[in-house]
């Protein structure tokens, strides 16, 4: 059978005025890197979020890197953090030296919940990581009341989740630390990479441009020769009396004037995203085998279109779509704790019992902004066709 459907790693085509940004740029900007665009896309998303500040990087690892630095954890201080999610998630903090404590999420919403986070706190916790993982935003509110009672640090992974909001507050606002994404597959992509990081506390705004840009810094004096004793200055970043480390994580002006561009096209792309995914859960309640989360608010962005199937016929159903009908499924994410990465880390215990139900019951449709309606129409149709077959 040849595939119909893929599960494709491009969320969405552009418009001729996106392009049209694209070609400007290429043509006409002065430096391809640090200047006027990316203030300007930095300037725009803040405002899209209602926040003070925002830096771009070139990707949201990069930008969990830099949180995960700046939460200058000592070695012995934890890190509660979801097994459910992609591994930049969690990553950049090990290597930062947190020790991260594996939480559940919860079965339905596919995310954690302030009660699972609070079971996780002891005396050595040092920061939350809510990953508002399929695109949906977890219960941000008391996630937020939570890390306030302890004094706790808040990072929001909002790779997949950007747009949503609860109480008019958007997804990544409510943490200290907000994270987003604009890799190929997300729901806005600036060709292919680019990231976002916004911060509450405005000790770190001086600190993210230098260890986004290797150190560099102007010099604290007056000069009399722009090029005496040099261009500009390479300086330690110090928090809290202890260095930092730099890096390069600096995004190119092409992405940034067309992430400044995408933005105004962001919440139609969602609502698109939205309505069809509702419309596709809608058309199958006739088959509880198949189970989704319907969150028709803009709570949800549908980032991804996952179900569960827990009477056993998961792995025949995603066969027989991609055999018979050509649509390919796909299984994810699999659990941090099961990785053999995470293993040899000495992370390979979880008490995750719901994680673990999810990902062995679950299953992601192919959802790209950039399908058509015939595409949608005959992944309904197969989908029906399958579940009609698998009950025999
Ligand atoms: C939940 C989550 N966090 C982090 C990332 C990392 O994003 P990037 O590829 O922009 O580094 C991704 C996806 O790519 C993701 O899905």
Redesign the pocket.
Known sequence: MELKVDFSGRSHFYTDEEKAVVLEVMDSSNGLTQGIYRDKFERKFAAYQSVSHAYTTM????A?ELTAQLCQFNGEEELIAPSH??T??VYPFVKQGAKVVWVDIDFESRVVTADLIEEKITEKTKAILV?H?YGYLADMPAIRALADRYNLLLIE?T??AIGTEINGKKAGSWGDFG?F???S??NITTLG???MLTVKDNKFCELIPMLRHNGHCGFDYNRDNYWIPAMGNVDIVELNGTPVEVNNYCLGEVECALGAKLLDRLDQINDEKRARAINFIDILQGFPELQFQRIDSIRHNYHLLVATMENGNRDEFIRRMYEQKGVKCVVQYYPLHRYDYYKKLGLGEADVPNTDRFYDNMISFPFQHWMSDEELEYMTKSTLEILQELRG
């Open positions: 990707n949201a690892t990069a969990l999610t992609f930049a998630s990953v993982l992974d790779a997949q994270i994404s604009f890799h597959h997300k990479e680019g990231g």
